[in-house]
């Protein structure tokens, strides 16, 4: 799984329409907005596929460490295939994302997650220090 990761001030996305995901989650509101976040940008990979609970347990473990070092609790988990070729299967990155997400909660987290398989808007006002933006090759090995 790839991953990068944004400490915002906020963070705003809002659904337009259906991607071309086979799979699609329908969303729980058309807007979605936070404060202060760290936003994950992921990408589940065709290798993640022989052992997706291990990659996202080695993704949770890797967010909720870096929003530990940044003292953040809120995470927003966006599905972000757009810069990466050899992607899973949208079933397999539908639920390695949703472990991600319930792993971060059972941390005490507060987690948002963008639906899958939807085109949206983005309006994120990032902040600018040196961990503000850092992105982790994550595989079932951490």
Not at 27 to 43: C, D, I, Q
Not at 102 to 119: A, Q
Request: with cysteine; proline share 4%.
């Amino acid at each position: 799984m790839r991953i990068l990761m944004i400490h915002v001030n906020s963070f705003s996305c809002t659904v337009t329409s259906k991607g071309r995901s086979p799979v699609i989650e329908e969303p729980e509101s058309k807007t979605l907005s936070t404060g202060e976040a760290v936003v994950v940008l992921a990408a589940v990979e065709k290798d993640d596929e022989a052992r997706p609970d291990q990659v996202a347990a080695a993704a949770a473990t890797t967010i909720a460490d870096h929003c530990a070092q940044l003292k953040v609790n809120s995470v927003v988990v966006c599905s972000f295939a757009h810069l990466f070729t050899e992607l899973a299967r949208a079933e397999i990155a539908v639920y390695s994302l949703g472990e991600v997400v319930e792993d971060l909660r059972e941390r005490g987290m507060d987690v948002s997650k963008t639906p899958f398989g939807w085109f949206n808007t983005f309006e994120m006002n990032a902040k600018g220090h040196p961990l503000s933006r850092v992105a982790r090759v994550v595989t079932s090995g951490g």
